[in-house]
């Protein structure tokens, strides 16, 4: 086990799942892979052994259907889906397919822990806001004060776009 420690790490899976690898993000027979395994784990806990050729072609069919209805799942998004669609969570079903596993999709797409799950990762999330005229001019003033501090102890001055800073200087009245 490791000795480091984490913070601030979600444990939140729902969360966990919208904060993953999008499947229109990955290579198709990756995601397929993904698929597949989420499938048979379904139909294992389902009780029930498949074809292999049954859940392969689910798997492409499922993929497309994810790819062009929901772009915005994940594989995490997925397994949970049918993690909770096969303990009924989304209601009773009748075999395992492709029209089920849209309903599940469906059902999971609007489910109470989903909403919850994105609520948290909006309220987490701080967008930049902008400085005002005043403050942006108090910002660049501050800096102008800390490179000319430092051109007067290494005569050497590095300024990034030295025309704009030498008007900005100017039309200030600083020089």
């Known amino acids: 086990m490791s000795d480091i420690t984490l913070h601030n790490q979600p444990t939140n899976p729902y969360l966990l ?4 690898q999008k499947i229109v993000n990955m290579a198709n027979e990756n995601a397929q892979l993904k698929l ?16 292999s050729e049954t859940v392969a072609l689910q798997a492409r069919n499922l993929l497309t259907e994810i790819k062009n209805k929901f772009p915005f799942f994940s594989v995490e998004d997925v397994a949970l889906c049918f993690k909770n669609g096969i303990r009924g969570e989304y209601g009773d079903f009748f075999g395992l397919n492709i029209a089920t596993y849209y ?5 999971y797409q609007t489910s109470e822990n989903r909403r919850n ?3 948290l990762m909006e309220s987490e999330y ?3 806001k902008l400085p005002s005229e005043a403050e942006a001019k108090k910002m ?7 490179l000319f501090r430092e051109f007067k102890k290494t005569k050497q001055l590095t300024v990034p776009m030295p025309l704009r800073f030498y008007r900005s200087l100017w039309k200030d009245g600083l020089i």
């Open 103 to 107: 309903k599940w999709l469906k059902s």
């Open 140 to 146: 660049f003033l501050i800096q102008a004060v800390k």
């Open 17 to 20: 799942a919208m904060q993953a």
């Open 117 to 119: 799950a994105r609520a």
């Open 126 to 128: 701080k967008p930049y």
């Open 36 to 51: 597949l395994e989420i499938i048979n784990t379904t139909y294992f806990e389902g009780g029930q052994k498949p074809e």
